[in-house]
T-cell receptor
């Protein structure tokens, strides 16, 4: 079975502060990990995937297989980063995407 | 290029009524899925399809039916609506081999069952 845990439902930071959204996963094989973002009342959009190891909108995420984690980080949060963030895992059958429960990030001015 | 189109955007049903949520994609994606989004629960997979004529259950399939007669369309049917089915429903499609990164989501259907 595959499972994704996002321990924080809500995260509030001030503009310019660092932000880290936590994600832990459970999967017996080699997973693909993703971060999706949903801005207010919009559809989900892919933010990052661990395979590409890229930085999007200043966000990065590193897959730590030892800790089974894929935390999302940004050194300086911006107000426009306020959104719901979902960590997701794709296992052996890559058409099945399992989501965590999401973390609502609020960046205060 | 429309991507994934869901209709309707909003719907109010009375308990016991039935309805079909429509989902269509124009990207020739083989994989299509239906998720429901509830506060504090994230997105949960209802049903999915790996191609025309092939469907399977996800995490929360009870009370829902699907069919996939064409590559483009993947309707979700509520057989007898219940208040517990009040949710936002998202349809998504993907091409084989792209994993989660290849998922394109629709804009959602907000359903209220009274």
């Amino acid at each position: 079975a595959q499972r994704v845990t996002q321990p924080e439902k809500l995260l509030s930071v001030f503009k310019g502060a660092p932000v880290e959204l936590k994600c832990n996963y459970s999967y017996s094989g080699s997973p693909e990990l993703f971060w999706y973002v949903q801005y207010s009342r919009q559809r989900l959009q892919l933010l990052l995937r661990h395979i590409s190891r890229e930085s999007i909108k200043g966000f990065t995420a590193d897959l730590n297989k030892g800790e089974t984690s894929f935390h999302l980080k940004k050194p300086f949060a911006q107000e426009e980063d306020s959104a719901m963030y979902y960590c997701a895992l794709s296992g052996g059958s890559n058409y099945k995407l399992t989501f965590g429960k999401g973390t609502l990030l609020t960046v205060n001015p | 290029n429309a991507g994934v189109t869901q209709t309707p955007k909003f719907q109010v049903l009375k308990t016991g009524q039935s309805m079909t949520l429509q989902c269509a994609q124009d990207m020739n994606h083989e994989y299509m899925s239906w998720y429901r989004q509830d506060p504090g629960m994230g997105l949960r997979l209802i049903h999915y399809s790996v191609g025309a004529g092939i469907t399977d259950q996800g995490e929360v399939p009870n009370g829902y039916n699907v069919s996939r007669s064409t590559t483009e369309d993947f309707p979700l049917r509520l057989l007898s609506a219940a208040p517990s089915q009040t949710s936002v429903y998202f349809c998504a499609s993907s091409r084989p081999g792209t994993g989660g990164a290849g998922y394109t989501f629709g804009s959602g259907t907000r359903l209220t069952v009274v």
